[in-house]
């Protein structure tokens, strides 16, 4: 069982940055992956971000360039460095993580935190 709370969120102007912060609890070391979900208004989550173990990192295509997934070492903390914002990025911001066990594929979720970009 992981346990994931988000924080950071909130009203920024186009053009601005936020960072993204999720404390993560619980089974870490079962956690074979993590990353960030959104989901706009009106529109299905999508994948932001996603982190491994070793450390590879992906980006979904929009997000390229400007928002940066890092974790500490004991992935405890992950980050979601967004700069460069825009409307288009207003969303519900989701922490995730993936874990094996030998019963399956556990997916864990955080309860999301706000981002407006407005002006």
């Known amino acids: 069982q992981v346990q994931l709370v988000e924080s950071g969120g909130g009203l920024v102007q186009p053009g601005g940055s936020l960072r993204l912060s999720c404390a993560a609890s619980?089974?870490?070391?079962?956690?074979?992956?993590m990353g960030w979900y959104r989901q706009a208004p009106g529109k299905q989550r999508e994948l932001v971000a996603t982190?491994?173990?070793?450390?590879?990192?992906n980006y979904v295509d929009s997000v390229k360039g400007r928002f940066t997934i890092s974790r500490d070492n004991a992935w405890n903390t992950m980050y979601l460095q967004m700069n460069s914002l825009n409307p288009e990025d207003t969303a519900v911001y989701y922490c995730?993580?993936?874990?094996?066990?030998?019963?399956?594929?556990?997916?864990?979720w955080g309860q999301g935190t706000q981002v407006t970009v407005s002006s």
């Open positions: 995730n993580a993936a874990a094996s066990w030998d019963t399956g594929e556990y997916t864990y």
């Open positions: 619980g089974t870490i070391f079962l956690v074979y992956a």
């Open positions: 982190i491994t173990r070793t450390g590879r990192t």
